[in-house]
Structures are given as structure tokens and as C-alpha cells.
């Protein structure tokens, strides 16, 4: 199996710079500043190189295969939908498998893979290397724009909490204020001496609420 390729990114952000003005009504920061600090908190989160091993909002890959198999595992979740199956042969010509030889199926660890139906007979005039492709859209579907409604993310609430306590921490480093209290979207607060604590108290809720979208290995 090859590193997967990005074919389309996502269109949006799971978070918006709003979504972080109504957690931090307060910030003085320009929305561009809080835009990257978004941005930088979802790299460090989604994709091929996030910690998740998953994606977030709605994107395209393409995972590469050196040959068929009756069943040929995708690396990133969740699998929304299998765009193509196509295989390239020795002469370069690409050729596409029809919808109805395959299905998308996901384990109970969160694993997605492409299964071949038993009558599916497997070419075999395969190109040397990365004959085979599957193209894929992942993450948490988009809900589209709809009149001056803009384009609307499901990732989970657990996930988007997240991404603006690490903006928060992000906030906190640049500023280098003296941090005396750490508050969780009005339901928990609690009083500090020293800023590292409320960094560290940060960090312990983001572990927490990004517990349950880690894919794991069974």
C-alpha cells in the first residue's frame, strides 16, 4: 500500500473564527490570527498525518495499490462514499471497475476497506506498480450552502470543543499573559496560581474529548 493522496481538501474549517469569539467573547486578536491557530489545530488533528488517523470534514483521497486483493483496506475514516475503483494496465490505459463488483465496508474498530464481490475476476495485465486506485471521500459529511446559509460542518461537538482549547492554549502561549482560571464553555471553572496548570489542565480536556474519535487497532 502507498501513502495515500489528497485529492480534494476540505472546503471548510470544522471551526469557525466565530465559533472561537463565542467560547472567548473577550479576544482581541485579529480573525485572521485566530483563523491560522484554527487551521494549525486541525493539521495537528486530521488526515494522513493527524493523530486521529481519521479526517474531519469532508475531503477526497486516493489510495494506490500495487495489485487487487478481495479486500484492499483504506488508511483514513470515515468513508463517506467510493467515488472509483480503477486499474491501470501494462500499456498505461486506465480502465474503471463497475460499482457493482465492490462495496465499502467498515469493522468495529473504525476500519474501512473496498471488498470485492466473489465474482469479480481480477485483471491481470497490472501495470508494474500502483496499478490499482481508489478514490474516496472521508470525514464527516458537509451539509451544503443553501441560499445565505453557508456550507455547515457535522464533525462532532467533542471534536470542534477541542480544536478551541487548543486555539485557547495557542492564544495563551502567543499572549504570554499571567493565566489565573480555566473555564470549559461555562460548565466547569476552576482558579490557578501559575499559567503552566491551566495549559496543562487544557491539554488533559482536549485528550479527553478526542478519546472517542481515535481510530483504534484491535
Same mark, same amino acid.
Given at each position: ?7 480534494? @481538501? ?23 490570527? %485566530?483563523?491560522?491557530? %484554527?487551521? /494549525? ?25 500495487? $495489485? ?24 498505461? $490505459?486506465?480502465?474503471? =471497475? @463497475?460499482?457493482?463488483?465492490? !462495496? ?7 476500519? *474501512? ?10 485483471? !491481470? ?5 500502483? *496499478? =490499482? $486506485? ?6 464527516? @459529511?458537509?451539509?451544503? *450552502?443553501?441560499?445565505?446559509? @453557508? ?11 477541542? %480544536? ?5 492554549? +495557542? +492564544?495563551?502561549? /502567543? ?11 461555562? *460548565? ?17 480536556? =482536549? ?9 483504534? !487497532?484491535?
Amino acid at each position: 500500500m502507498h501513502r495515500p493522496v489528497l485529492v480534494t @481538501p476540505p472546503d471548510i474549517l470544522p471551526v469557525t473564527v466565530e465559533d472561537v469569539k463565542g467560547y472567548l467573547p473577550d479576544t482581541e486578536m485579529p480573525d485572521p490570527v %485566530i483563523e491560522g491557530m %484554527i487551521q /494549525a489545530a486541525v493539521d495537528y488533528l486530521d488526515g494522513w498525518t493527524g493523530i486521529l488517523g481519521r479526517c474531519l470534514v469532508e475531503q477526497t483521497w486516493r489510495q494506490d495499490f500495487d $495489485a487487487f486483493d478481495r479486500e484492499l483496506r483504506l488508511p483514513l475514516g470515515n468513508v463517506i462514499s467510493v467515488a472509483s475503483v480503477t486499474w491501470r494496465d501494462r500499456q498505461g $490505459a486506465v480502465h474503471t =471497475v @463497475p460499482d457493482t463488483s465492490y !462495496s465499502a465496508r467498515t469493522d468495529a474498530a473504525g476500519r *474501512a476497506s473496498v471488498r470485492f464481490e466473489a465474482g469479480f475476476g481480477f485483471p !491481470s495485465n497490472l501495470h508494474e506498480s500502483a *496499478a =490499482v $486506485a481508489v478514490t474516496y471521500k472521508a470525514g464527516f @459529511p458537509t451539509i451544503p *450552502a443553501d441560499g445565505s446559509d @453557508p456550507a455547515k460542518s457535522t464533525v462532532p461537538q467533542n471534536a470542534k470543543l477541542a %480544536i478551541v482549547l487548543m486555539v485557547q492554549n +495557542m +492564544m495563551a502561549t /502567543a499572549k504570554s499573559e499571567d493565566l489565573r482560571s480555566f473555564e470549559v464553555h461555562d *460548565a466547569y471553572t476552576k482558579q490557578y496560581s501559575s499559567p503552566e496548570l491551566i495549559q496543562r489542565c487544557r491539554t488533559g480536556a =482536549v485528550d479527553m474529548l478526542l478519546s472517542g474519535l481515535r481510530v483504534q !487497532s484491535i
